[in-house]
């Protein structure tokens, strides 16, 4: 089985009083092979963040199933999917939601440290991590004392700190400046390609998402 990730049949919608329905993703279909590196592209308000949270299990579908590396999710536990998104699943936003009081290195840390991993093991894949991304001599830096894109490279970082199959990006690099945009950019696909992950990248920058292995548009709520 190729596929890590796969969508069926998601259908979602939210109300605003009682009589106004507002469809959002219309019976979508969805497969992210093992490996590949996909582009979402939408305007905004298209429904790309509800798309990648319901691939996430940060939100449920009001129809559909979704399965990750062969494993459907629906109906599981809330612990359940809880451990799949610990282990299984990488995010990263447009900001970078770095914990202030802690360095980056300890950003990479805690989340390893949750998902059970000791201490010192943790450290050590953190600051592999950093090096990968160029980011080796930054470690103890607050994310206060780092650049834009250095905080976003340290949100990488934490994304795969627990070896994820998929991970899932929301406009990544939206918050930059163009050039820093592009040089974050090209540090994403480089560590994701290095570690064999599978990627769905939303972006609405079409260069951006050319650079990737394919790319699908999100449109009337389905894809395309």
């Given amino acids: 089985m190729n596929n890590v990730l796969t969508l069926q ?4 919608a939210y109300h605003k009083g009682k009589s106004n329905e507002i469809s959002i993703l219309k019976d979508l279909n969805f497969n992210l092979n093992k490996g590949e590196v996909v582009g979402l592209v ?3 308000g ?3 963040s509800t798309l990648l949270h319901i691939a996430g299990l940060l939100d449920t579908a009001d129809e559909g199933r979704v399965s990750i590396d062969g494993v459907d999710q629906t109906g599981l536990s809330d612990r359940a999917l809880t451990r799949t998104r ?4 990488g995010f990263i936003y447009q900001f970078h939601h770095l914990l202030p009081e802690f360095s980056a290195i300890e950003n990479i840390v805690l989340p390893q440290m949750a998902n059970g991993c000791g201490r010192d093991q943790a450290a050590a894949r953190a ?4 090096d990968r991304v160029g980011l080796s001599n930054r470690g103890s830096h607050r994310p206060a004392e780092l650049s834009g894109g250095e905080q976003q490279r340290v949100a990488f970082c934490r994304a795969m700190a627990n070896a994820p199959k998929i991970l899932l990006a929301d406009e990544p690099t939206g918050n930059l ?7 974050v950019f090209a540090v ?3 560590l994701v390609k290095e570690t064999g992950l599978s990627a769905l990248i939303a972006t609405h920058n079409l260069e951006l998402a050319k650079r990737m292995d394919r790319m699908v548009k999100l449109e009337d709520g389905r894809l395309v």
């Fill in 127 to 130: 600051a592999d991590l950093l």
């Fill in 46 to 48: 298209a429904g790309k």
């Fill in 188 to 190: 994403l696909i480089d």
């Fill in 177 to 183: 400046d163009p050039t820093t945009s592009d040089t």
């Fill in 9 to 12: 049949g998601i259908s979602k």
């Fill in 86 to 89: 610990r282990q299984s699943v």
């Fill in 42 to 44: 939408a305007p905004s």
